[in-house]
């Protein structure tokens, strides 16, 4: 697997590392493409030539594959890509967090909120207390501190209703005295 990674610039940078990319490196003002990280390894700055923007890295709400083709017709997996170097203007606000909650293309938009299921807020003394009784059910043991909960239904327990008591299966009597048949009963 090859090493990539996804560079996001403003437009005008973008136009700057194309010339950059096309033209011949010794002829090109813009000399240099450098990016460095500070020690908490998340923000940064980004240098082309003489001029520097902010950078942070940030990880994406979800793994991106990266494909390549040598004849067009059949594509090979080259990496697995799951964080985004984020390039900003000067005046630009950066973004809060570890993490892009949007995607590479305009349906991702926001994605962390409109796709995925949200985690939910659990106390660790709960998990905790639930995985030792768990063990000790494994074990054969009992579990402590029960606490029955009675399930919400407009404030109350709602009663079950008493199950009708069952009839005999006797067939009943028409007018003319024979008892009534199905089209099924023609066994005899």
Do not use: W
Not at 31 to 53: Q, V
Not at 69 to 84: C, E, H, P, S
Not at 145 to 172: F, I, M, Y
């Amino acid at each position: 697997m090859e090493e990539q990674f996804i560079l996001r610039v403003p437009p005008s940078v973008a136009e700057r590392i194309e010339r950059l990319l096309n033209e011949n490196a010794s002829s090109s003002a813009d000399g240099a493409l450098d990016i460095s990280f500070s020690e908490d390894g998340r923000s940064g700055t980004f240098m082309i030539g003489n001029e520097t923007f902010p950078a942070s890295l940030l990880d994406l709400p979800c793994i991106v594959e990266s494909y390549k083709t040598y004849d067009d017709n059949v594509l090979i997996k080259t990496a697995d890509v799951g964080q985004i170097i984020m390039v900003k203007e000067e005046g630009d606000t950066s973004v809060e967090g570890v993490e892009y909650k949007h995607g590479l293309t305009p349906p991702m938009r926001d994605a962390r909120r409109r796709r995925f299921r949200r985690e939910p807020d659990l106390n660790p003394e709960v998990v905790a207390r639930v995985e030792k009784d768990l063990l000790n059910i494994m074990s054969g043991g009992t579990v402590e501190n029960v606490e029955t909960v009675a399930p919400e239904a407009g404030g109350q327990r709602k009663k079950n209703a008493p199950l009708p008591s069952a009839k005999p299966d006797v067939p009943t009597k028409s007018a003319g005295g024979e008892p009534e048949r199905s089209d099924s009963d023609d066994s005899m």
